[in-house]
């Protein structure tokens, strides 16, 4: 199907595509006009194997401008249900509805919900937090990794799971002191968490819990919670309950919670989607295969009309269903422009909607096809898309740690010092173009340097200096992920953390561990109190306070750029908007004198200790740096 019979195909505008349950009835809405007819079946469970496994009878649709429609009387939450849908040319095909709201265990079956019956206690109550966007700090987790280790001090049957986020006092192996899990987090400063995909995905069988990982960038049923994670995968409203109490309990503890979404592609070729619409609904080459810009599925063709539509409805699904504060979109650069804009505006919509995080990677994996005059979210669209949607910087990235495709390859805190003239250009968010994009805030740009994606930024750290004993807490890879954190969250931008880069987060020089096994993902949370580590986590949560006292250095207040001081050789140092503090890097391995701007100054952050109460003694004139450090001074009033 080509861009021109695609958009000739009948466009449906209404909000109510899905099984829409009452307590009298439920309606049935099936978006295929290629269909020469549907039937709906019923059934008793998720599959034929479950006990009372039944048949419940069949049931012809009817069409009415591309809309297939059947309105079943009585309550029938619980219902798992299919669509039998057949063709003109005689072939035929089952589908999970494109719009299941939950389903049976795998993904099978869509079973019809009533959202209240899968509210936990207190769910009406439930708040998203008010975060200032100067204080935005984001987290990433994948959902077992975060509470799977067995000395996390939650209880057996949550680890891993939705709910080993909502105990609020856990500690290490229960001894009562040292916190875990979200008694951790809330101690530590960052203001949201990012969860990797916790929609349903293909490749864990949620019948075998804790025989397979992944990190679920496969997408099965884009609606549905993924069930592995829900104490019991086999009864659809379970899965429902157990994500809004693991979202409940982050917001009680002050924390905003993102969904990695991952709209870019379906895992397969003959997904449900393709089933419903066979042609439609993924991009192809002009030889009618399907594009792989992922490099792992079949991309989405997001510029076609209703394939934007469901991308809209989704997200606000989402939002709505689950009162999420942010998404993150894999591979953002395999949607067009005027679909993340459109998502925007539709976010935007929502009570305090304008508040709701969105950005996401401006690249793709590979090539791709857009049709109509798409164009791609990527850097260079910045011009076109809202300046409340972000993008990861790889820039910043790289040139603060080194290439990520190179594990030799260092950066400025780890032998380039050279790499410094783009870290002056990352303190201001690149708001001067120098690459080539431009942001119109500074809060479009991620700042950070570890992510799911290659290797932590300890691996990283060992590579390029060649060890291999990632354990061992040598002092030279410490002082380098010390300056590490202390650029990531002293310059412009939204920050954002890989879980568990705070204590040195180690997967053993392993750069990609998408299929586990658990034991190289899981968060050790004995690694985060051996006292070194313990050390390095209390200077990020320094500078994460820090960041919160002095919202300045986000720039998000402002469009004026930090002024930059006179250093010799590769040594940084600029004054925020404000005047109030004077921030510098030095990559040396050996101390080095600096200027300090007039005025009298104490430290707030060194080599070693990082906060919001100065200490030391007073400054004027000039001040000696440490090797391989951040040094932030305050300046002090007048009496």
């Known amino acids: 199907m080509n861009w021109q019979q695609a958009c000739e195909l009948p466009y449906y505008a209404g909000d109510d595509l899905g099984a829409i349950w009452q307590p009298e009835k439920t309606t049935f809405k099936l978006w295929a006009p290629t269909a020469a007819a549907v039937r709906l079946e019923f059934f008793a469970a998720g599959t034929d194997g479950e006990p009372g496994a039944a048949h419940l009878g069949s049931h012809a649709m009817t ?104 105990p609020e006092n856990t500690t290490l192996n229960n001894d009562g002191i040292h916190p875990t899990c979200l008694n951790y987090l809330r101690r530590l400063g960052i203001s949201h968490v990012q969860l990797q995909p916790i929609f349903d995905y293909a490749t864990v069988d949620e019948a075998c819990p804790g025989r397979d990982y992944n990190w679920g960038y496969d997408p099965l049923n884009y609606n549905t919670p993924e069930g592995s994670f829900a104490t019991d995968p086999y009864h659809g409203e379970v899965r429902v309950r157990e994500l809004r109490a693991m979202v409940a309990a982050l917001h009680r503890a002050g924390l905003g919670v993102v969904m990695d979404v991952v709209y870019n592609h379906t895992y397969h070729s003959d997904s449900w989607l393709e089933r419903t619409v066979p042609g439609y609904w993924n991009r192809r080459t002009p030889d009618g295969r399907m594009t792989n810009g992922s490099g792992c599925g079949c991309d989405l063709a997001s510029e076609r009309p209703m394939v934007r539509k469901y991308l809209v409805d989704s997200v606000l699904y989402w939002a709505k ?9 894999d591979l953002m650069a395999l949607e067009d422009a005027d679909t993340m804009n459109a998502i925007r505006a539709a976010l935007d919509t929502l009570p305090d909607g304008q508040s709701i995080l969105l950005y996401g990677e401006p690249w793709t994996g590979g090539g791709t096809n857009y049709e109509g005059g798409a164009c791609p979210a990527d850097k260079g669209a910045l011009p076109l898309l809202s300046d409340r949607i972000g993008f990861f910087c790889d820039d910043t990235r790289d040139c603060i740690k080194g290439n990520v495709f190179d594990a030799g390859s260092a950066g400025y805190v780890n032998g380039a010092p050279p790499c410094g003239l783009n870290v002056l250009y990352a303190a201001n968010a690149w708001r001067g173009g120098e690459h080539g994009f431009a942001p119109k805030r500074a809060m479009q740009v991620v700042q950070y340097v570890s992510a799911h994606d290659n290797y932590t930024l300890w691996d990283k750290l060992a590579a390029v200096a060649r060890r291999t004993d990632y354990d061992s807490p040598a002092p030279d890879l410490l002082a380098q992920n010390r300056m590490a954190a202390g650029i990531c969250l002293t310059i412009c931008g939204m920050p954002f953390l890989q879980a568990g880069e705070e204590f040195a987060r180690t997967k053993h020089g392993d750069p990609n561990t998408y299929r ?107 001040l000696e740096l440490a090797p391989t450090s951040v040094t932030v001074m305050v300046r002090e009033e007048q009496s």
């Open 321 to 329: 269903t689950y009162h999420l504060d942010g998404f993150r979109f």
């Open 63 to 166: 069409q009415n401008g591309g809309v297939w429609q059947f309105t079943r009387p009585g309550d029938c939450h619980g219902v798992y249900y299919l669509y039998h849908l057949q063709f003109s040319d005689g072939h035929t095909a089952d589908a999970v509805d494109p719009y299941a709201r939950t389903t049976g265990v795998n993904g099978r079956r869509a079973m019809v919900l009533d959202l209240n019956r899968a509210a936990p206690e207190g769910w009406q109550n439930d708040r998203r937090p008010r975060i200032p966007a100067g204080e935005t700090a984001v987290w990433e987790v994948h959902t077992a990794d975060f509470s799977a280790d067995a000395h996390s001090g939650v209880p057996a049957a949550w680890r891993g799971k939705y709910l080993g986020f909502t």
């Open 516 to 622: 586990g096994p658990l034991a190289t993902n899981l968060l050790d949370w004995q690694r985060a109190y051996t006292p070194e580590f313990y050390d390095l986590t209390q200077y990020y949560a320094g500078l994460l306070a820090l960041r919160r006292a002095y919202p300045e250095l986000s720039g998000d207040t402002t469009t004026e750029l930090s002024y930059i001081l006179p250093l010799p050789g590769w040594l940084i140092g600029f004054v925020p908007q404000g005047g109030r503090l004077a921030v510098y890097y030095n990559p040396e391995r050996t101390r080095q004198w600096v200027a300090l701007p007039a005025g009298r100054w104490r430290t707030l952050v060194n080599d070693r200790t990082a906060g919001t109460v100065p200490f030391g003694p007073h400054y004027r004139n000039a």
